[in-house]
């Protein structure tokens, strides 16, 4: 259930975010496109007041002609040829003298008692067919024009855009559906487009910026695939993390089973061809899987701590496998092991490599730990401090993997070192090409004026055993000399040895 938990927890977070995402993209082009559409409904609502400018200029006409019959007919002619105006009127003096409609008829309840604005909005209740209206007035002398715009006209112009839209009049609203009302005080509305030519302006409710309806409704797709994306992720993520903690379940019953094994390569005396001493290097013997290469399980072990137990179990194993061999070893014979920063910052861990050393008690064996600057090592006094320690009460310090990654000069003041370890990926570069050594003659420069002793790895042909002598790196570690083997083959390789090449190499700087 532990397992499950934090992928369910990543992918509700992901569906969470992406539903938000989707939110905010709706309600953002929401916005955007009722910007755009209150715009187009202000021109279409110009257009339909200059059509009552231009009817109002035949009213005053009309008006000044003193309402004749022909005056009238005009009017009603004039109303026609307009789609959008409904009736036009001339008020003079307090009463009605002519309009557009059959018979002066007056569709608006005393228009004569309305206010002089140049536009407004009436409600039905102000008409006696019930229908509101626009309303537009121009003074003349003695009076003034009414004309009046239908309110289909106007709802069509809203009702093809933003769902709550509203035309807006001095204070009184109409929207796409409903009657002309005040504008709410509780909710103000936002102007979205002002009219350049006449008192009107397009606002609207912003919509609010949750809206699970406007989501379901407008985004049911995209949150599907959100959805399935989240579901897919949550899965991928189980199953890595199962994988990723199952391996380390396997690899932490290994190191208990005593899976992880010792293989050990030989480092070889380049000049003579003597037996110097081994690097111990670890091998997981699988049941299923043969023996599984370090670099797969090492990283795991790092992150996971078992390292530390893993490399306690590790010289155990040395300890009881190359003790019997002991009188076949000379003084001075080296055992290098692989040390990990993790395990040097543990308290355990120089009371872990005493044990190892009272293992060959008795025996001068120069114990080589070799540290590998993954992290830049400085960075922890600590554990600068434990490996000087050691080397205090005789352990031998090497620096592996000497020029790549943080390995290098950063540590070589404060950490007091033997053997700094020239990675393989250098020395393979040496071939018969021009220019191959250069990378390598650097590191060896470095090394010379730091007055540090060399171990090559990696050392595969007699060209590079041959640049190595040329450079007196004498102490050389690969698969031309022998590649890591089990003890059993360790064991034959030692047998095949005559004794005298198995000895001690006198120290030397290079
Ligand atoms: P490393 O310490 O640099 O060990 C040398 C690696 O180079 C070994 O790989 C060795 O098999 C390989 N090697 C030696 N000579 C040659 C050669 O001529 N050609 C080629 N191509 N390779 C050569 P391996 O055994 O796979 O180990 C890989 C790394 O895993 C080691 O690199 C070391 O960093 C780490 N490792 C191995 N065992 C342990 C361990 O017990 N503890 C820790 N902390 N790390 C370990
Ligand atoms: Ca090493
Ligand atoms: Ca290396």
């Given at each position: 259930?532990?397992?499950?938990?934090?992928?369910?927890?990543?992918?509700?977070?992901?569906?969470?975010?992406?539903?938000?995402?989707?939110?905010?993209?709706?309600?953002?082009?929401?916005?955007?496109?009722?910007?755009?559409?209150?715009?187009?409904?202000?021109?279409?609502?110009d257009a339909i007041l200059n059509e009552a400018v231009n009817a109002a200029d035949t009213a005053q006409h009309v008006a000044a002609q003193g309402c004749t019959s022909g005056g009238q007919l005009e009017l009603g002619t004039e109303a026609a040829l307009k789609p959008h105006l409904r009736a036009i009127m001339i008020e003079q003096g307090g009463t009605i003298m002519c309009t557009s409609l059959p018979g002066n008829g007056v569709l608006i309840?005393h228009p004569e008692t309305l206010p002089d604005e140049k536009l407004m909005?009436l409600?039905?209740?102000?008409?006696?067919?019930?229908?509101?209206v626009l309303v537009f007035q121009r003074p003349i002398p003695g009076g003034r024009v009414i004309i009046s715009v239908?309110?289909?006209?106007?709802?069509?112009?809203?009702?093809?855009?933003?769902?709550?839209?509203?035309?807006?009049?001095?204070?009184?609203?109409?929207?796409?559906?409903?009657?002309?009302?005040?504008?709410?005080?509780?909710?103000?509305?936002?102007?979205?487009?002002?009219?350049?030519l006449f008192p009107?302006?397009?606002?609207?409710?912003?919509?609010?910026?949750?809206?699970?309806?406007?989501?379901?409704?407008?985004?049911?797709?995209?949150?599907?695939?959100?959805?399935?994306?989240?579901?897919?992720?949550?899965?991928?993520?189980?199953?890595?993390?199962?994988?990723?903690?199952?391996?380390?379940?396997?690899?932490?019953?290994?190191?208990?089973?005593?899976?992880?094994?010792?293989?050990?390569?030989?480092?070889?005396?380049?000049?003579?061809?003597?037996?110097?001493?081994?690097?111990?290097?670890?091998?997981?013997?699988?049941?299923?899987?043969?023996?599984?290469?370090?670099?797969?399980?090492?990283?795991?072990?790092?992150?996971?701590?078992?390292?530390?137990?893993?490399?306690?179990?590790?010289?155990?194993?040395?300890?009881?496998?190359?003790?019997?061999?002991?009188?076949?070893?000379?003084?001075?014979?080296?055992?290098?092991?692989?040390?990990?920063?993790?395990?040097?910052?543990?308290?355990?861990?120089?009371?872990?490599?005493?044990?190892?050393?009272?293992?060959?008690?008795?025996?001068?064996?120069?114990?080589?730990?070799?540290?590998?600057?993954?992290?830049?090592?400085?960075?922890?006094?600590?554990?600068?401090?434990?490996?000087?320690?050691?080397?205090?009460?005789?352990?031998?310090?090497?620096?592996?993997?000497?020029?790549?990654?943080?390995?290098?000069?950063?540590?070589?003041?404060?950490?007091?070192?033997?053997?700094?370890?020239?990675?393989?990926?250098?020395?393979?570069?040496?071939?018969?090409?021009?220019?191959?050594?250069?990378?390598?003659?650097?590191?060896?420069?470095?090394?010379?004026?730091?007055?540090?002793?060399?171990?090559?790895?990696?050392?595969?042909?007699?060209?590079?055993?041959?640049?190595?002598?040329?450079?007196?790196?004498?102490?050389?570690?690969?698969?031309?000399?022998?590649?890591?083997?089990?003890?059993?083959?360790?064991?034959?390789?030692?047998?095949?040895?005559?004794?005298?090449?198995?000895?001690?190499?006198?120290?030397?700087?290079?």
């Amino acid at each position: 259930m532990r397992n499950a938990f934090i992928p369910i927890l990543s992918a509700v977070f992901l569906f969470l975010v992406g539903m938000l995402t989707i939110n905010w993209q709706l309600w953002h082009m929401a916005t955007l496109n009722s910007a755009g559409a209150a715009r187009s409904s202000t021109f279409k609502i110009d257009a339909i007041l200059n059509e009552a400018v231009n009817a109002a200029d035949t009213a005053q006409h009309v008006a000044a002609q003193g309402c004749t019959s022909g005056g009238q007919l005009e009017l009603g002619t004039e109303a026609a040829l307009k789609p959008h105006l409904r009736a036009i009127m001339i008020e003079q003096g307090g009463t009605i003298m002519c309009t557009s409609l059959p018979g002066n008829g007056v569709l608006i309840i005393h228009p004569e008692t309305l206010p002089d604005e140049k536009l407004m909005l009436l409600a039905g209740n102000r008409l006696i067919n019930g229908v509101p209206v626009l309303v537009f007035q121009r003074p003349i002398p003695g009076g003034r024009v009414i004309i009046s715009v239908s309110d289909a006209h106007l709802r069509d112009v809203i009702a093809g855009t933003s769902e709550n839209l509203a035309l807006v009049v001095n204070k009184q609203q109409l929207t796409r559906t409903g009657d002309v009302s005040p504008l709410p005080t509780s909710q103000p509305s936002t102007t979205l487009a002002s009219s350049a030519l006449f008192p009107f302006s397009m606002a609207w409710q912003a919509p609010v910026f949750f809206d699970m309806t406007r989501l379901v409704q407008q985004g049911w797709s995209l949150m599907l695939l959100v959805f399935i994306l989240s579901v897919a992720v949550g899965i991928l993520w189980r199953r890595y993390a199962g994988k990723s903690t199952s391996f380390e379940e396997d690899l932490r019953k290994a190191i208990i089973r005593g899976d992880i094994v010792p293989f050990y390569q030989p480092i070889m005396n380049g000049k003579t061809g003597g037996l110097y001493g081994v690097e111990v290097l670890a091998r997981w013997k699988h049941p299923k899987s043969g023996y599984i290469p370090p670099d797969v399980f090492i990283p795991i072990a790092e992150r996971s701590g078992l390292i530390i137990p893993l490399t306690k179990g590790l010289m155990e194993k040395v300890v009881s496998q190359l003790k019997p061999l002991l009188p076949k070893l000379p003084d001075g014979f080296h055992i290098g092991v692989n040390i990990s920063a993790r395990h040097i910052n543990s308290p355990t861990f120089i009371g872990d490599c005493n044990t190892f050393g009272q293992g060959f008690k008795g025996k001068k064996i120069k114990l080589v730990l070799e540290v590998t600057e993954r992290e830049p090592l400085l960075d922890n006094p600590e554990l600068i401090e434990n490996l000087n320690t050691l080397h205090n009460s005789g352990f031998v310090i090497a620096l592996d993997d000497f020029g790549t990654g943080y390995s290098g000069l950063s540590c070589l003041d404060a950490l007091a070192i033997d053997y700094i370890k020239i990675d393989k990926s250098f020395v393979s570069r040496v071939s018969e090409q021009k220019d191959s050594t250069i990378l390598l003659d650097c590191v060896i420069e470095i090394a010379k004026k730091l007055s540090l002793s060399i171990v090559a790895e990696g050392v595969e042909t007699k060209e590079q055993l041959e640049y190595l002598n040329r450079n007196q790196i004498n102490l050389l570690q690969g698969y031309y000399f022998g590649k890591p083997v089990s003890y059993v083959e360790f064991i034959k390789f030692l047998l095949s040895k005559p004794k005298e090449d198995i000895r001690a190499y006198e120290e030397e700087k290079v």
